[in-house]
């Protein structure tokens, strides 16, 4: 939820600027000049969120090709005209535990990332309750994607 109003904040703040009609204050200045591996840690802080959306859309789009809503072990994932939706799900599955790693990395090479009011500490709110939704998720397992997904 504080994800959420953070980004609606932001956009706000995005639309009054180009309007013309914002002040310009420190934090603004400072989120402007911030270096591009900010935004990049909040790409790769979003991965256990894309893993889920990825998972679920190549679903969808099997349900579309086939006719039916796939079944584990009868509807191959990587026979089916979803082949390019299995990679980019297999390279976000493949990707999870090193965009940890790489979150531990950037967050300890940066010392501003200590302040409690950074985007770094934004970022690690996205992947940990990305990380917790998708335990959540992968063990309910709802349709029975992720056991159609893992055969």
Sequence with gaps: ????????????????????????TLGEERAAAAPPIDKWF?????IPWLLIIAA??????AWYFLGHWPRPMLDDPKNIAT???HLIYVLLLLGFVPAFFLLVLLTVSNCK????????????????????ALFFVVRADPGNVWEWLAD
């Design 1 to 24: 939820m504080g994800t959420v109003l953070f980004l609606l904040f932001r956009i706000g703040v995005e639309l009054r600027r180009s309007a013309g009609t914002a002040t310009t």
């Design 56 to 61: 679920y859309v190549e679903a969808l789009a």
């Design 42 to 46: 909040l790409v790769v802080s979003s």
């Design 83 to 85: 082949k390019p939706l």
């Design 113 to 132: 990332a200590i302040r409690a009011r950074s985007l770094y500490s934004v970022g690690w709110v996205i992947f940990v309750l990305g990380a917790i």
